[in-house]
């Protein structure tokens, strides 16, 4: 294989990424990360992280990812601020076409490139992104001390995000779709106990108002007593429509996996494009249906998407990604000897 085909790139920078870069650069696979996008992923949006084992007090997000990076570039790792557009994993080696129209050849990819915030598909919305509606709390709740804002989900996400907003904003009201919520207990009691929090059950949001000059100054709401009122409204069915006054609105309500660049590969997706394995019940390999390319972190994972258990699947990937590697040299190297064999070299 030529000199300019690396032995692994690893796609993505979160920590599913450099838990796969820490594992290869020791194994001295020379792994290249592509930092994507949102170099860090989605620990660089959140502030304290207390369930990572070995921080009883508890680590900043941007520290544990700043920490890691440090931790791969340490045993030789390299980073590039690019991200992949396309990929032709036909064959070997795997070719990667990158945002900056270079094209990098790969014998072995880790596909650990995370997951988006979803957005709700309220009017206005597109307008208004950055400019008072936010998908991240931490970043932006400090631009609303003293106001009133929304935050959209039921889950953890849009738990963390309420309880992060009451530190600044005088009054955070929670838009649910149903009355139960999907988020750990632990999490809703929090919520559900500060005083700064409502809750707006069987409530969506439909519109914001505001303009990118303003930003946001209000927002319609419908809800309605069996849940889900949004489809009904949308359906002409009879819902109640509230306006209010709101400065800012925070989307929590999930995330779809960044693999758009896979949707022509023979990477098995799933129905919301979460990277298949070829064990993927049983966790048992990180390996996809394409020789050479294994996935790790949220990407791969809809059920637990914790920074831990993305630590774990980087890990795993970089370890199987290690074991095809040697696997295949050797096997071309066996054919070699065969084939030199048989010229009688
Ligand atoms: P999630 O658990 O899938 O929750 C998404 C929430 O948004 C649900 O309540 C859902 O309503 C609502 N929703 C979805 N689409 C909607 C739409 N179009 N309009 C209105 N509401 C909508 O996602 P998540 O909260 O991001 O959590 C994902 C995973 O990360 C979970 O495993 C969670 O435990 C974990 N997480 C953990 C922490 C932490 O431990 N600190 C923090 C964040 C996330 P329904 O309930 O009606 O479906």
Known sequence: MSSDTHELVIAGSGVAGLSAAVYAARADLDPLV?????????????????????????????????RGKEQAEQFGAEFQHDSIEAADLDGQPLELSLSTGETLRTRALIVATGAS????????????????????????????????????????????????????????????????????????????????IEFAWKTELVAIQGSQEDGVTGATLVSH??????????????????????????????????????????IELDDDGYTQTTDADAWATTATAVNGVFTAGDVMDRDYQQAVTAAGTGSMAALDAEEWLE??????????????????D
Not at 41 to 58: A, I, K, M, R, S
Not at 327 to 333: D, F, H, K, L, P
């Open 117 to 196: 915030a979803r957005w709700v598909g309220a009017e206005g919305e597109d307008e208004l992104m950055g400019y008072g509606l936010s998908t991240c709390a931490t970043c932006d709740g400090a631009f609303h001390r003293g106001d009133d804002v929304l935050v959209v989900g039921g889950g953890d996400s849009a738990m963390e995000e309420a309880l992060f907003l009451a530190k600044f904003a005088d009054s955070v009201t929670v838009v649910h779709r149903r009355d139960e919520l999907r988020a750990s207990e632990i999490m809703a009691d929090r919520a559900r106990d500060h005083k700064d």
């Open 225 to 266: 007593p069996d849940g889900y009122p949004g489809e009904k409204y949308e359906a002409g069915e009879d819902v109640t429509v509230e306006e209010v006054d709101v400065s800012g609105v925070f989307y929590g309500i999930g995330h779809d996996p960044d693999t758009d660049f896979l949707q022509d590969t023979p």
């Open 34 to 66: 592509l930092e994507g996008d949102e170099p860090g992923g989605q620990l660089t949006l959140t502030t304290d992280v207390e369930n990572y084992l070995g921080f009883p007090e508890g680590v900043g997000g941007i520290e544990l990812i700043q």
């Open 327 to 344: 696997a295949t040299t050797a096997a071309s190297r066996d054919s070699a000897r065969q084939i030199s064999m048989e010229a009688g």
